[in-house]
Nanobody, 118 residues
């Protein structure tokens, strides 16, 4: 059974930092592209950052220079280090495992809430 589980969300003050973690089980993790997405009520889910199986990264313009995505294939883990947080970063953050080899397949986590507020 495939499981994608996020953790690390919470309440943080503006200017603060959080690190989100995602563990993906039941897949060949090392060949999957991974990503972080976020969503606020009434809005579309948006891409935050991606990291390919070859560890190439891409970021949304809104988070460039502040967020860093990384992966540890030995642990089936992907991380999102978030620095210099502002209230506009408040959202539910979702982890996605994406297979781009063979038949395309996506697996989503349940999400973790990040709230940036004083």
């Amino acid at each position: 059974q495939v499981q994608v589980v996020e953790s690390g969300g919470g309440l943080v003050q503006p200017g603060g930092s959080l690190r989100l973690s995602c563990k993906a089980s039941g897949i060949g993790f090392s060949i999957y592209d991974m990503g972080w997405y976020r969503q606020v009520p009434g809005k579309q889910r948006e891409l935050v950052a991606t990291i390919t199986s070859g560890s190439r990264t891409n970021y949304a313009d809104s988070v460039k220079g502040r967020f860093t995505i990384s992966r540890d294939n030995a642990k089936n883990m992907v991380y999102l280090q978030m620095n210099s947080l502002n209230p506009e970063d408040t959202a539910v953050y979702y982890c996605k495992a994406e297979r781009n080899f063979g038949a395309p397949m996506d697996y989503w986590g349940q999400g973790t809430q990040v709230t940036v507020s004083s």
